[in-house]
């Protein structure tokens, strides 16, 4: 089955600053792949989806990930970090056989 | 907008009591899936269900059974319960693979 591995459990950047959120798939051939974030006691929301149409990918509250085949990487990404981004992020892949395995999460903190 | 509904948000448990945990969906959705979410190690996948008759194991099935009842509803069963499954329970659902999961707001299942 595919996989996917998120880089850092915690990421820490002050309000303002660039977000980089890391996540590499393990797949010989192009994935359907996703980022959901998850804010405290809530269940998953859709923060961008890659299904092969375009490389770079533009989603919600500001989110976007490149898709790099050469490097198996999806990573995301915000230019500019607001309070609010502070949640719990996952990267996730679909298998060919309908079934989605997530990264364990990196959790995003909002320094004032 | 109902979308994901799971029954119910809370419960405790005693080792070796059983339970079933409840999930609907009104959007029409083929695919339903349970997880369970533990601290670090994101959501894992514990029964799909491609269609409506069909189920199948994901990557922690072990102590667990599952029930497609019809479209819409998709049913999680413990057992007799242990505590290593003290955990989130989320159900999601969706129709294709290159779309998103819709999830529900979670079960919190504690077992003493």
């Known amino acids: 089955a595919q996989s996917v591995t998120q880089l850092g459990s915690h990421v820490s950047v002050s309000e303002g600053a660039l977000v980089l959120l890391r996540c590499n798939y393990s797949?010989?051939?192009?994935?359907?792949l996703f980022w959901y974030v998850q804010y405290p006691n809530q269940g998953l929301q859709l923060l961008l989806k890659y299904t092969s149409a375009a490389t770079l990918v533009k989603g919600i509250n500001g989110f976007e990930a490149e898709f790099k085949k050469s490097e198996t990487s999806f990573h995301l990404t915000k230019p500019s970090a607001h309070m609010s981004d502070a949640a719990e992020y996952f990267c996730a892949v679909v298998n060919f056989n309908n079934d989605m395995r997530f990264g364990a999460g990196t959790r995003l903190t909002v320094k004032p | 907008n109902a979308g994901v509904t799971q029954t119910p948000k809370f419960q405790v448990l005693k080792t070796g009591q059983s339970m079933t945990l409840q999930c609907a969906q009104d959007m029409n959705h083929n695919s339903m899936y349970w997880y369970r979410q533990d601290p670090g190690m994101g959501l894992r996948l514990i029964y799909y269900?491609?269609?409506?008759?069909?189920?199948d194991k994901g990557e922690v099935p072990n102590g667990y059974n599952v029930s497609r009842l019809n479209k819409r509803e998709f049913s999680l069963r413990l057992e007799s319960a242990a505590p290593s499954q003290t955990s989130v329970y989320f159900c999601?659902?969706?129709?294709?693979?290159?779309?998103?999961?819709?999830f529900g707001d979670g079960t919190r299942l504690s077992i003493l």
């Open positions: 797949s010989s051939v192009p994935p359907y």
């Open positions: 269900s491609a269609s409506e008759g069909t189920t």
């Open positions: 999601a659902s969706t129709n294709q693979r290159d779309q998103p999961q819709h």
